[in-house]
């Protein structure tokens, strides 16, 4: 799960005895390094708990790589520690969401290939990671690399709206053990708290995470029919009769995957709330045509020819967005381009059922009806 690094550099230099009493550190514009037991104070402008940070990481020696782009509103510092784990932290202001297309929200892993599932006990925010079994059958690294992102909605006076956490933590325990899940948490959840603090933002904090579930394989299957998660509504027909989904729980990205006997992808919707549709309507600015979702087109029904059908909602956060996506054919076809009336028919159907019971739960507005 590679994420952009953001390194401005500007060497400069410093004294020798300044070395021997903080370890060292090297300043690169916003970037610095330190290399001390007294690093994860400073780290992430101060915002981590080194307690925490400690007994998930573990003892030894510490290395820290800080990167401030107060210019993107974003906080990002790397932990290593010396025969323990790491983590990779980012603190973003979610004004700054879709700046400069920052990539700035995490979804799940590359390429989609497993469905990160809700943080839940009272907090908004995605658990993800890409499983063993769907990953390179040569790669014997028993580390796990795990992704926990938390959006929190500020009440404060600091004019701060909204903060973005997202940690990786690469730790060498499986998730396989439901007991060693929690711990891919802590430093997120800490950090949360200790950011919502510094910076007046006064956010709802969540419970203790105390369990998380598996996030979810792709071929983790089962009968349309029986879906009670994100694809609970939606009923079989036009050849879809699988599904493949995530439970819902205060996620703000969710998605439900459709498709036929053969296991042939159909359809891919999406929920998107607060800064993931936020986001998602400023990468599409520069794009020019009806089948792009717009904030100022509430709902669009995918036509032939069309990439995608959405509508939205009101939230609290802002406007939600609900997606339809048609996969391609096998042969490499557009669906759009041939399918009838009840083909079309059936996706408004599929698309009204997933946003309403989406927007129901995170306590929105019915969806925009087209």
Not at 239 to 255: C, L, N, Q, W
């Amino acid at each position: 799960m590679a994420v952009r690094r953001i390194v401005l550099r500007v060497v400069a230099t410093l004294a020798a005895a300044a070395v021997a009493v903080a370890g060292f550190l090297f300043v690169h514009g916003d970037f610095q390094r330190w290399k001390d037991e007294s690093a994860l104070d400073s780290a992430c402008d101060g915002l981590l708990d080194r307690d925490v940070v400690r007994g998930v990481l573990g003892p030894g020696a510490v290395d820290v790589e800080n990167t401030e782009r107060a210019d993107m509103g974003l906080v990002r510092c790397e932990v290593l520690i010396d025969g323990g784990g790491s983590a990779d932290i980012r603190v973003l202001d979610t004004a700054y969401v879709g700046e400069e297309r920052l990539d700035s929200l995490y979804a799940g892993p590359p390429g989609e290939t497993a469905l990160a599932v809700p943080v839940g006990q009272g907090w908004t925010g995605l658990f993800g990671a890409r499983p063993k079994h769907v990953g390179d059958p040569f790669d014997t690294d028993e580390a796990e690399d795990v992704t926990v992102s938390l959006v929190l909605g500020c009440a404060g006076a600091g004019g701060t709206k909204g903060l973005s956490v997202t940690v990786e933590t690469t730790l060498d325990k499986t998730l396989d053990d439901p007991a060693n899940r929690p711990e891919f948490a802590r430093i997120a959840t800490s950090t949360a708290a200790k950011a919502s603090k510094a910076r007046r933002c006064g956010a709802r904090l969540g419970q203790p995470v105390r369990s998380l579930g598996l996030p979810v394989n792709e071929t983790e299957y089962r009968p349309l029919g029986t879906a009670d998660g994100t694809c609970s509504g939606i009923n079989a027909g036009q050849g879809v009769s699988v599904a493949t989904e995530t439970e819902r729980g205060g996620a703000p990205y969710e998605m439900c995957r459709l498709a036929d006997a053969d296991l042939g992808m159909r359809y891919v919707l999406v929920a998107r709330f607060g800064p993931y549709a936020q986001e998602e309507f400023a990468d599409n600015q520069e794009y020019d045509g009806e089948d792009v979702p717009s904030p100022d087109t509430p709902a669009h029904d995918r036509r032939p020819g069309d990439r995608t059908g959405w509508t939205t909602a009101k939230c609290s956060d802002g406007q939600a967005l609900f997606t339809l996506q048609a996969a391609n054919r096998r042969d490499g076809g557009e669906p759009g381009e041939t399918m009838g009336s009840p083909q079309l028919a059936y996706e408004r159907a599929a698309l009204s059922a997933f946003a309403e019971r989406s927007a129901k739960a995170h306590g929105c507005s019915a969806p925009v009806r087209s």
